[in-house]
Nanobody, 122 residues
Framework: QLRLVESGGDLVQPGGSLRLSCAASGFTLDHYAIGWFRQAPGKEREGVFCLSSDGGSTNYADSVKGRFAASRDSAKNTVYLRVNSLTPEDTAIYYC???????????????WGQGTQVTVSS
């Protein structure tokens, strides 16, 4: 069974940081571009950070520039999203997704996880 499972979401104070994880089973993440997306209540889903299969190419939303970064751990078949300097506007359910092809956040992704909740509040 092909699965993506996110974890690491939490309630944090403004200015805080988290590391979100996206673990794959049933397939090898190294072969896929990974996208991190988020959806806040009442808003459309937004692509925040997309990473190529070799890690050499990234695309990200302007709103997260300099604050979010993605990385891979091939041995664990896991991709991480480090989120820093969080603000209440970052509150959303965060999803990871995988696709074959370029790491374009506006492209269609084949595999999706169930999401992990990030809440930023004092």
């Amino acid at each position: 069974q092909l699965r993506l499972v996110e974890s690491g979401g939490d309630l944090v104070q403004p200015g805080g940081s988290l590391r979100l994880s996206c673990a794959a089973s049933g397939f090898t993440l190294d072969h896929y571009a990974i996208g991190w997306f988020r959806q806040a209540p009442g808003k459309e889903r937004e692509g925040v950070f997309c990473l190529s299969s070799d890690g050499g190419s990234t695309n990200y939303a302007d709103s997260v520039k300099g604050r979010f970064a993605a990385s891979r751990d091939s041995a664990k078949n896991t991709v991480y999203l480090r989120v820093n300097s969080l603000t209440p506007e970052d509150t959303a359910i965060y999803y990871c997704a995988a696709r074959l092809g370029p790491a374009m956040c506006n492209a269609e992704y084949k595999f999706w996880g169930q999401g992990t909740q990030v809440t930023v509040s004092s």
